[in-house]
């Protein structure tokens, strides 16, 4: 059988390009991120996200509906105010559920289904530094997330907030509040979230037994445990009475502290900091060996 | 059964999984020695005496446990046979769609009962043990049916609706979430509703919530949300079954036609 | 035994006593090994090491020891030399809800292109691999090989001086497996180097005689395959030979110690030499003398790469 030598020396050179050097940092987030943001915002996992958020819209719609009608509907003798609805929907929906889940479900996930799909690889030999596969999508997830949960607690509170420019002008500086402190909570834990999913095997369950085990726990018991979850932060933060739909709530209002604004705000700051660069060195040490 | 066998196996030479199993075998481990000082010293009986209430207690420590196996063995029983495109290939054997059906839930169920029913009904000989007597059995004879019987409901519910759930995609992962969301979310809408109105009418929403009140009936107790009739709470339970049970069947086939 | 065929030209890979394990599985074993521009196959069954070798080429995969470069730089954690690499991967994975020429784009902008020239450069590695029609289709609707060719074009888009191709007629119909086979040859021509890596054996003859073959984690031989074929002498050689009167031939042949062992096929002759350029030369005499009547075929089934992959594999 005849081989014909195809080595360099023997045809003809086309012009090459000159290859660029690796891109920096920021130049390779940006493009990773531009890669993220439209599979983020239209993949299945949005069609969640807005039914996890349709929900408190939902009960909003409903109120608003039955406040048009019948005016502050009452249960069991108990007149039931937008602003309390609101103030729950912000405790009990946003914050212990919403903000969470979606850290957890995206936070983990930003490396971990590249490396499930096989997909990884791809992003892997290009000529950008790990890290900026890990912040781009990281960026991605906040800006996906942010624009889809935010806008819905606006949503929900012009729903439940009687239409007078005096009741909205008092509360209003609530709401930039929890817009905050919401916004505040999706870059925390999706960044926690990132560490877990880089780094640990089952990241998902391991993110929601934090979430929802060990942050539950925690907040429940007195002492210095509770300063190791986000959500002591976060719930320092929350503007509205704390609810008492539960015993575990109630118990966790007898024993709540609530630490200084600025104390909150710089801790979580040091734990979304600590977190994602952990994440970030991770991504850069670690192998990625894909199931054959 | 090779089905299950199989998974059954897989899961067992998982030594994670086999620590978490242990990890739910802990509230056991605590109860067992309450009942242990209970029994032998009458000072500590007043506090730390077993009561049929404490039999239903139990149920409440496990649940979360019960929530992370359905989770970590459940998400991914149909979702990655879905992946990978062995969904075909099962039923291409001679291998009816029930059979394939059975074998996944009997993987879950047998996990689930590990950590529901055996360490409730060990505690419940435990407890004769120690006692020396057969005096609070006696009293109490509705437990060995209550506990089996509210262990496969609790069972039979997050099995099918773990697995229906699973039959919808192929990410293990969406999955994991979407059950997440049906336990949590559930119950944290009925929070909402129940801190604004102080009333627990709307207890029917939480999934949780259904089986706490229909636990506490089997049990003989006071209903946990006596707004909410217990019979509505039972049919939501069921009702979630019957819907799983038809998801299932509508989802588990050999070939997938899309459109 | 490795066998060894050194060449001049500066190595585009350079292995030195690399080994990569997992755990109590060595998926490659002390490895030294430089490999010459051009095109060479890295050839070797299934769980041989070629993909692991290829992994670590590409900084997928740390080694355990010994150290390995790329053009001429070290790989793990070095993404500046990915400028220069292409690699084509095994795994059939894709972002499937998104459009060829989108998933080529938006990966080539990770090489710092910019949208317009991101867009130009994916329509060209798509005209080449001839996916041009499908390039608005999602990548979930496309064919097996329309999946390995848009792999391949993801490989080329950035233009690199170095390929990797892991198995990239995997899922190929003969058509599409000749027509890849006739682009990595003019890939070649053009200058760059590529390493392609196969089990099928008359894939990688047709488009390299340069390989590597990898068995067990280790380097088997290295270098031209007829020339491989010619060093393993403790093999004996054969030939097929047909002619009108195969009796007669095999007793020419056999009045020679060349000849050390034959038999006989459908009227041909198959005989095994330890000399084959002594054996060769008889029986050019003998073809051109007709003394053993007229011989109208001989070939070697031997100087193949089957031949010598099966007796190094053994």
Redesign the interface.
């Known amino acids: 059988m005849a081989h014909e030598n195809t080595g360099v020396s023997g045809g003809q050179q086309t012009e090459r390009a000159q290859p660029q050097g690796a891109a920096s940092l920021s130049t390779g987030v940006m493009r990773v991120f531009d890669l993220s943001l439209g599979q983020m915002l239209w993949s299945r996992r949005t069609v969640f996200m807005a039914l996890v958020v349709a929900a408190p819209m939902a009960l909003a719609l409903l109120y608003r509906i039955l406040h048009a009608s019948f005016g502050d509907p009452e249960v069991n003798g108990q007149a039931v105010r937008g602003t309390t609805l609101f103030g729950m929907t912000i405790w009990l929906l946003y914050l212990r559920f919403i903000v969470p889940i979606l850290g957890v479900f995206y936070g983990t996930s930003l490396i971990a289904d590249e490396v499930d799909d096989k997909t990884i690889t791809y992003l892997f030999v290009r000529p950008i530094p790990r890290r900026s596969v890990l912040l781009g999508k990281y960026l991605a997830y906040v800006v996906s997330t942010v624009c889809v949960v935010l806008p819905s607690v606006m949503v929900v509170y012009f729903l439940t907030t009687p239409f007078d420019l005096r009741i909205i002008a008092q509360s209003f500086p609530a709401l930039a509040k929890d817009l905050g402190l919401l916004g505040a909570g999706l870059v925390v834990y999706g960044a926690v979230f990132a560490f877990v999913g880089t780094r640990l095997g089952h990241p998902l369950v391991l993110g929601l037994v934090f979430a929802f085990g060990w942050e539950q726990f925690a907040l429940f018991v007195p002492g210095y445990l509770r300063r190791f979850t986000v959500m002591y932060y976060l719930q320092a933060l929350v503007p509205h009475a704390m609810p008492q739909d539960s015993a575990m709530s109630v118990l966790q209002s007898v024993f709540r502290e609530v630490p200084s604004a600025l104390q909150c705000i710089g801790w979580l700051a040091a734990i979304w900091a600590v977190f994602l660069i952990l994440a970030a060195v991770t991504i850069e040490r670690r192998e990625y060996v894909l199931e054959q | 059964m090779i089905i299950a066998s199989a998974g059954i196996r897989s899961m067992i030479g998982k030594r ?1 999984f086999l620590g978490l199993l242990l990890l739910a075998w802990l509230p056991f481990l605590i109860e067992a020695i309450r009942f242990y000082f209970a029994a032998n010293y009458p000072q500590a009986a007043m506090i730390l005496g077993a009561t049929r209430e404490s039999y239903r207690e139990f149920f409440n420590y496990q649940a ?1 446990f019960v ?2 196996i359905t ?2 063995v459940g998400s991914g029983l149909i979702a990655n046979d879905k992946r990978a495109n062995a969904l075909q290939i099962y039923l291409s054997k001679p291998l009816t769609r029930a059979e394939y059906v059975a074998g996944k839930l009997s993987i879950l169920i047998v996990f689930l009962l590990l950590v529901t029913w055996l360490p409730a009904m060990l505690l419940l000989v435990l407890h004769m043990l120690f006692q020396g007597n057969l005096d609070f059995i006696r009293a109490n004879l509705l437990l060995f049916p209550a506990i089996t019987l509210y262990s496969f409901l609790q069972v039979l519910l997050a099995a099918f609706t773990m697995l229906a759930l699973s039959s919808l ?1 192929n ?1 293990s ?2 999955v ?3 059950y ?2 049906a336990i ?2 559930t119950d ?2 009925y ?9 627990t009418s709307f207890s029917w929403i939480s999934l949780s919530g259904n089986l706490r009140q229909v636990g506490n009936i089997i049990f003989r107790m006071k209903p946990v949300y006596p707004d909410t009739p217990w019979l509505l709470s039972l049919a939501v339970v069921v009702g979630m079954i019957v819907v799983s049970t038809v998801i299932l069947d509508r989802r588990v086939r050999g070939v997938e036609v899309v459109s | 035994m490795t066998v060894t065929i050194a060449t001049d030209a500066r190595p585009i890979v350079q292995a030195d006593h690399l080994s990569k394990w997992y755990g109590q599985v060595i998926g490659v074993n002390d490895i030294t090994v430089a490999v010459p521009p051009g095109v060479t196959g890295l050839l070797g069954p299934n769980g041989a090491g070629k993909s692991t070798f290829m992994k670590l080429m590409t900084g997928q995969l740390k080694p355990s020891k010994g150290a390995i470069c790329v053009l001429g730089e070290p790989v793990w954690r070095n993404p500046r030399i990915f400028g220069r690499v292409g690699l084509c991967p095994d795994q059939d994975a894709f972002y499937e809800r998104m459009t060829g020429a989108d998933w080529l784009a938006a990966l080539v902008r990770l090489n710092g292109y910019d949208e317009k020239r991101a867009k130009d450069a994916a329509h060209r590695a798509l005209e080449t691999v001839d996916l041009l029609e499908a390039a608005g289709r999602k990548i979930g609707s496309y064919s097996k090989g329309m999946r390995q060719r848009v792999k391949l074009a993801q490989a080329i888009v950035h233009d690199p001086e170095l390929l990797i191709l892991d198995e990239p007629l995997a899922g190929m119909d003969p058509i599409g497996r000749r027509r890849t086979i006739r682009l990595i040859r003019e890939w070649a021509r053009e200058g760059r180097s590529i390493l392609v890596s196969s089990h099928i054996l008359h894939e990688i003859e047709a488009m390299t005689s340069s390989i590597l073959l990898i068995n067990n984690g280790r380097i088997l031989a290295e270098g031209d395959v007829h020339q491989i074929r010619e060093l393993i002498d403790e093999h004996p050689h054969t030939v097929y030979v047909k002619g009108e009167d195969p009796r007669r031939l095999a007793r020419a042949f056999l009045a020679e110690d060349d000849v050390i062992g034959l038999k006989f096929e459908d009227q041909a002759v198959v005989v095994q030499t330890s000399r084959p350029d002594a054996f060769y030369a008889r029986l050019t005499e003998l073809a051109a003398s007709a003394e053993a009547g007229a011989v109208s075929e001989v070939t070697s089934p031997d100087d193949n790469l089957q031949a010598v992959f099966q007796y190094l594999v053994k």
């Open positions: 994670k979360f929530f992370l989770i970590w995609s990410s992962r969406f994991a979430i979407l997440t969301g949590f979310f944290a809408v929070g909402v509703l129940y801190a604004v109105t102080g009333n």
